[in-house]
């Protein structure tokens, strides 16, 4: 019985020191592979859908094409093709605005 618990206090002793760096190593890769371009996404994201103004053209998540009416605090009015809508901002995309065409279009 006390061969077992010095065999795991030997192991423990051997590679404590690189256990550690393992975890560090791995959480820094984490950080910078995962974790550091999500924020980054996220910030201009946020950036994007503050600086919306009158007049630009967006893209709803949806893939709804408009052109930016109104402003309020949480919500876009869109001009749309046939009429208009009110979409709430989180709903505005952030990877591109819409072209001239693609609002016009009646087909």
Do not use: C, W
Not at 61 to 86: A, F, P
Not at 93 to 100: C, L
């Amino acid at each position: 019985m006390t061969l077992i618990p010095s065999i795991l206090l030997q192991a423990g002793a051997a590679g404590g020191g690189s256990t550690l760096v393992f975890i560090v190593g791995t959480m820094a890769v984490f950080y910078f592979f995962i974790m550091r371009p999500q924020i980054k996404k996220q910030k201009e994201t946020r950036n994007f859908r503050e600086n919306i103004a009158k007049g630009d053209r967006v893209v709803t998540v949806g893939g709804i094409h408009g052109k930016v009416l109104e402003i309020n605090d949480s919500t876009v009015l869109l001009q749309i093709d046939k009429g208009s809508m009110r979409v709430d901002i989180g709903g505005i995309s952030a990877d591109g605005a819409a072209s001239e065409e693609a609002i016009s279009n009646k087909g």
